[in-house]
């Protein structure tokens, strides 16, 4: 059997590409393993304190969507729309923001920006629990409507609402590239 030029190229190709490391596994998915060492509020819930791996979401839609795990990744804890949040500098490590608190309260999380990222994603609460947190922060917090299934977050309205709990611009919230 003869072999010519162009068949051993698409070979060579063929198996350099099956035998090519994985190595930005964890950049597309921003894979992050989080340990906290008390409550924080997140949309929906407060998580205890613990370890947790945050993901995101591989979907289609143009919508960002976190996913939080336990430590070993076997069951969903949580899942959190976000929308972007753009900052100049660049960090090396993980980032988490929390929204100000009372001092009976636990921290919400406010942002959370992966390193090597000039954009980060900022949380979005469902209503009545950004209403709280709004109010107790003093400052304006992303809400939604509606339910917090994952399917059902690629459609969900989101605004923000200010401490009277009344609907704001996300751009009263969310600081954009343009800033």
Same mark, same amino acid.
């Given at each position: 059997?003869?072999?010519? !030029?162009?068949?051993?190229?698409?070979?060579?190709?063929?198996?350099?590409?099956?035998?090519?490391? !994985?190595?930005?596994?964890?950049?597309?998915?921003?894979?992050?393993?989080?340990?906290?060492?008390?409550?924080?509020?997140?949309?929906?819930?407060?998580?205890?304190?613990?370890?947790?791996?945050?993901?995101?979401?591989?979907?289609?839609?143009?919508?960002?969507?976190?996913?939080?795990?336990?430590?070993?990744?076997?069951?969903?804890?949580?899942?959190?729309?976000?929308?972007?949040?753009?900052?100049?500098?660049?960090?090396?490590?993980?980032? &988490?923001?929390?929204?100000?608190?009372?001092?009976?309260?636990?921290?919400? &999380?406010?942002?959370?920006? *992966?390193?090597?990222?000039?954009?980060?994603?900022?949380?979005? *609460?469902?209503?009545?629990?950004?209403?709280?947190?709004?109010?107790?922060?003093?400052?304006?917090?992303?809400?939604? !409507?509606?339910?917090?299934?994952?399917?059902?977050?690629?459609?969900?309205?989101?605004?923000?609402?200010?401490?009277?709990?009344?609907?704001?611009?996300?751009?009263?919230?969310?600081?954009?590239?343009?800033?």
């Amino acid at each position: 059997m003869f072999i010519n !030029r162009s068949q051993t190229l698409l070979c060579a190709a063929l198996l350099a590409t099956s035998m090519a490391p !994985r190595i930005f596994a964890d950049e597309a998915d921003k894979k992050t393993d989080v340990t906290i060492s008390g409550p924080i509020e997140v949309p929906g819930r407060v998580l205890p304190e613990g370890s947790y791996v945050f993901k995101l979401l591989d979907s289609q839609s143009d919508r960002n969507i976190l996913e939080i795990f336990d430590k070993n990744e076997q069951h969903l804890v949580t899942t959190v729309l976000a929308v972007p949040n753009y900052k100049l500098r660049t960090a090396s490590k993980p980032i &988490i923001t929390f929204e100000e608190r009372a001092a009976d309260s636990p921290e919400a &999380i406010k942002a959370f920006f *992966y390193p090597g990222d000039n954009y980060g994603l900022q949380f979005v *609460y469902p209503h009545d629990q950004a209403v709280k947190i709004a109010k107790r922060a003093n400052q304006n917090v992303l809400a939604m !409507r509606g339910s917090t299934n994952g399917h059902d977050m690629k459609s969900a309205e989101v605004t923000g609402v200010n401490p009277s709990g009344e609907s704001v611009p996300i751009s009263g919230v969310v600081q954009s590239k343009q800033q």
